[in-house]
């Protein structure tokens, strides 16, 4: 901290203790003492605009954001009979979709009734763009406006971190958490794929935790989408190709 000229403010400093939940009772009870002031762990903590909870379920997250994301759509809503079409398109992408995408890639694994909170959200703003009714089916909708489903959007950006991790762009602490396959057996046809990344024995782990883990489910994930996409030869040209086969 002194090195780069940064110094932490009591007041607002916080921390929580990650642990899962059968094991937050066995803990022993734990403080920190910072410049004289004694500071007690918090369910929830915020760093870099999100918050994430002692248990990373990030439930905590998608109320936050949900409860954003209403207000914003609902002010837009008074609005939208004196708006265009593309007026009303280019408001809702810049406040909406753009705060959906924040730091999504946290999202993986994320429970269906909160993916599904999330979804409505972004149901509601594609219902907005295209002035239709409350109860219309919002999958025509979103083709319509060319978006991916929250779902998918979240597949999407982990997909570019692994893409950025296998040709080493991505930052260390992402890049040292997958590897690329090195097969003992070298007459399958898996074999013949350099682009195929390991993956890890998950039998005795608990499936809550490995579909929240980017070392165990990033892999798999990638495996899963076709070689020619995994050899694209740039970023971009990656992400189109992404884009066309989850949509």
């Not at 909870?53 to 998608?62: A, I, K, N, P």
């Not at 991916?148 to 040292?176: G, M, N």
Request: with cysteine; proline share 6%; glycine share 4%.
């Amino acid at each position: 901290m002194t090195k780069n000229m940064l110094k932490l403010n009591d007041d607002k400093t916080e921390f929580a203790v990650l642990t899962p939940p059968h094991h937050s009772r066995l803990l022993p009870p734990i403080c920190l003492s910072l410049g004289g002031k004694v500071i007690y762990p918090s369910d929830y903590v915020r760093n870099l605009g999100v918050i994430s909870d002692s248990q990373l379920s990030m439930s905590q997250r998608v109320k936050s954001l949900c409860t954003g994301l209403n207000l914003q759509l609902r002010n837009i809503s008074h609005l939208r009979r004196f708006l265009d079409f593309d007026s009303a398109h280019h408001i809702v992408r810049a406040l909406i979709p753009s705060k959906l995408d924040y730091g999504n890639g946290l999202l993986l694994g994320l429970t269906c009734s909160d993916c599904q909170r999330l979804q409505r959200i972004q149901n509601w703003a594609a219902r907005l763009i295209c002035q239709a009714p409350k109860h219309d089916h919002a999958t025509p909708l979103l083709h319509k406006l060319h978006w991916l489903s929250v779902d998918k959007r979240i597949t999407f950006k982990v997909l570019c971190f692994v893409y950025r991790c296998v040709h080493h762009t991505a930052p260390e602490y992402l890049s040292t958490c997958i590897s690329l396959s090195n097969p003992t057996r070298p007459g399958l046809r898996s074999a013949m794929d350099p682009t195929r990344l390991t993956e890890h024995n998950t039998t005795r782990i608990p499936k809550s935790v490995e579909k929240r883990s980017f070392q165990l489910s990033a892999p798999q994930l990638w495996n899963s989408i076709p070689a020619e996409i995994r050899a694209s030869p740039t970023l971009k040209i990656f992400k189109k190709k992404i884009k066309t086969l989850l949509y």
